[in-house]
């Protein structure tokens, strides 16, 4: 009776066509409309991002363990922190999820062939490409000093000689555009290509998430775009919109900016949010807790970005009835958060947690995205904040939330796909410790750094006092930064050892119930023959471990959903 | 084993056939189907243009407050505004013009009908862009009595510029309109495009008429 569709759920694999092999040759990568393989070359181009960000990060820090400085001038410092931030936001943490990893996935989840217009994001793909260059111009065109917001009077100062602000701020432009495509894209592809049974609230909440950063990305980047644009034209022909020599306002530029710029936080934090769901439920292998929850969450946090932007000007000036709004809307977002935060951990409560690599990831999360966000509460609070504001605080806490949440997700989610993406198992030993140095040396880094800024060191100083008790912490800091470099070059290490000699992965290795563990490691170049049935994703209780496939394949004791459609 | 140059189904039966932009290409690497029907893909489409417009609304928005909080600052802004170049009243007249034509071009059912209308958009397009370059010279000459007061001047170069560069960008799906009607390729897929393309014009006309206004505010 139960002749199980095995193959929909396991299949060992022996798959002649995959997405990787289907065609060959470069060209037939560069101009590709398949998602995966769009996905996989935004992931490669982010990491490569990652990397040039990184080398920068590591710079700044070796430059703080001597009070007056250990390796650069001042200007060169300025400069290091500058492309720092601005690749790492630009380039790396805001396409990191949506655009490789949700490229590839989203689809696949969805049952669909591909995103609703697969030549509009190829078409993102270069323009992304084309931004890149754009900051690459920037460093051999004198570079750029003026932090990854582009404050006035920095930017406009034409005296400063920094040749690079301009191409950076058009690369910023053009980034800005893949991003809303990518956006758009996948409004469309989500509301049009669910496969029949997915209602809204089946979807996996990997999606929601993707969904509510996509709303913002549609509705925040344009503004950010349009100040860009303005800034590059006030600088190059003395406008002097945001020039107050010129009678023009730099408040509205920090108004304006900050209002893509906030939300902007929340595209890259959601699609963690999003994965890190998805992790917990997998890997603890029970139903996820409060879903509807979840995915209104996602829902709140995008709303409520759009009206916390003033809490980034507390002591720029702005009205006080402004700025006590701003406090206590910023508070707000902290229920959201939390409604997350304690569904996460109601879902492990009583869960079989299997310790995988990605799992490790997700609790990872949790640990550091709590004290990033309960940090935020101090800067969110007047009295609190104005002694904080610019001082190394807000840099602990914008890293816990930035790159210790985000970052990290995207790492975990790298981990979780990575069988789907490749087709080939990692060593589990050598990620967990990675995962070990990555989690101590990124506490070590920006825990220090909280210590440093309540005791008032400022950030983006290329030296401080001697006497002022900041050195150790600094040391320390700079220590766990090289930590977390060795937990990456670790991690970089084995992924690409697992390409030539990892264990050929199962469909379904970690016992996932979304769609995309129901095709082959990696998919075939439609993903799905005909579109697959949908039941619960998160229902795990019909999958079981089969020793001879390694992974997990569909009980037979239990009807698949396909037997049912077709009875 | 690969299959490099294996040709996949890409049309389902019943629709369109390909117009120069869908079927496989000879890598294999062509659009998937990912609808079902041509119905639902222009459908798709329709939202994903209306997002865009969305998109651009928040652009467009942020100029209007821009331009709104300069304006509203008395020590920024002139008691009395220099009287604004008249030939943004024939750009108007031209871009209202241009919404009309291309209602026209949306009832178009043969490549014929749709050439003539569609020439004639294309070219309003471009008088409205050469009446725009023309106002902006105007405003030059005129600008120079004012030399302190910078920012009014380069102001509406700034508005009027962002909205001349999104006319600019819409010469693009009108060029490929003509190019098809020209063609003789006029199925459904190209009557779904003008219908786009028309409601991009339209929001472009929408947002200069609202500028206009925002510029002639006292």
Known sequence: ?567 | MPRPDMPRPTMTPGTDPPSGRTGPSSRGTGPRNVFATEAQRASASRFGLVLFLITLAMLFGAVMVLLLVLRLDDALWPETMPPLPWQIWLSTAVLVLESAVLVRCCRAETAQQAKGVLWMALALAVVFLGSQVWAWCTWYGAGSPMPERELVTSGFYVVTGVHAAHVLGGLVPLGMLVWFATGDVWADRQRSQVRLTSWYWHFLDVVWVLLVVLLLLQ
């Open chain 1, 1 to 567: 009776m139960s002749t199980v569709d095995a193959s929909k759920t396991s299949g060992p694999a022996p798959v002649t066509d995959n997405y990787l092999t289907h065609t060959r040759g470069v060209w037939s990568w560069l101009f590709t409309l398949d998602h995966k393989r769009i996905g996989l070359m935004y992931l490669v181009s982010v990491l490569g991002s990652f990397f040039l960000g990184g080398i920068m990060a590591l710079l700044v820090r070796t430059q703080l363990l001597t009070p007056e400085g250990l390796i650069m001038d001042q200007d060169q410092y300025n400069q290091v922190f500058t492309l720092h931030g601005a690749i790492m936001v630009f380039l790396v943490i805001i396409p990191s999820i949506p655009a490789a990893l949700g490229n590839f996935v989203l689809p696949i989840m969805l049952g669909a062939k591909d995103v609703a217009f697969p030549r509009l994001n190829l078409f993102s793909y270069w323009l992304w490409i084309v931004g890149a260059l754009c900051f690459v111009l920037a460093l051999f065109t004198g570079g750029l000093d003026t932090g990854w917001t582009f404050y006035t009077p920095y930017s406009i100062d034409t005296g400063s000689a920094m040749g690079g602000v301009i191409p950076a701020l058009t690369g910023v432009f053009i980034l800005g555009f893949a991003s809303i495509f990518t956006g758009m894209n996948f409004v469309v592809t989500i509301h049009r290509l669910r496969p029949p049974g997915m209602t809204w609230f089946r979807m996996p909440l990997f999606l929601w998430s993707i969904y509510a950063t996509a709303i913002i990305q549609v509705l925040a980047t344009p503004v950010l775009g349009i100040t860009l644009a303005l800034l590059a034209v006030e600088r190059a022909f003395g406008i002097g919109i945001f020039n107050p020599a010129l009678g023009g306002d730099p408040v509205l530029y920090q108004h304006f900016f900050w209002f893509y710029s906030h939300p902007a936080v929340y595209i890259m934090i959601l699609p963690g949010m999003g994965i890190i769901s998805d992790l917990i439920a997998v890997h603890s292998h029970r139903h996820i807790f409060g879903y509807s929850f979840i995915a209104w969450s996602s829902v709140a946090i995008a709303v409520f970005s759009f009206l916390v932007w003033g809490h980034h000007m507390f002591t720029s000036g702005q009205s006080e009835l402004v700025t006590v709004v701003f406090s206590f809307i910023t508070f707000s977002v902290a229920i959201p958060s939390a409604v997350k935060v304690f569904n996460w951990l109601a879902t492990m409560y009583k869960g079989t947690i299997s310790w995988n690599t990605p799992m490790l990831y997700g609790m990872g999360f949790i640990f550091i995205f709590t004290i990033g966000g309960l940090t935020g509460l101090h800067l969110g609070t007047l009295g609190t904040d104005v002694h904080l504001h610019d001082t190394y605080f807000v840099v602990a806490h914008f890293h816990y939330v930035m790159m210790g949440s985000a970052l990290i997700a995207f790492i975990g989610g790298i981990h979780h796909w990575w069988p789907k993406m490749t087709g080939r198992m990692y060593s589990e030993l050598w990620g967990r410790i990675a995962f070990t140095l990555v989690f101590i040396g990124f506490n070590l880094t920006f825990f220090s750094q909280f210590m440093l800024g309540s005791q008032g060191m400022p950030r983006r100083y290329a030296s401080y006092p001697e006497d002022a008790g900041f050195q150790l912490y600094h040391i320390l800091s700079t220590c766990g930064s090289y930590v977390l470099a060795l937990g990456f070059f670790i991690t970089a290490g084995y992924l690409i050892q697992s390409l030539i000699g990892g264990r050929r992965a199962p469909a379904n290795p970690w016992g996932g119930r979304s769609l995309e563990w129901q095709c082959t490691s990696p998919p075939p170049h439609d993903n799905f023959a005909e579109a697959p049935t949908v039941g619960d994703c998160y229902d795990f209780s019909v999958l079981r471990w089969d020793e001879n496939e390694q992974g997990y394949v569909w009980r037979e004791d239990v009807s698949h959903p396909a037997n049912e459609a077709h009875t």
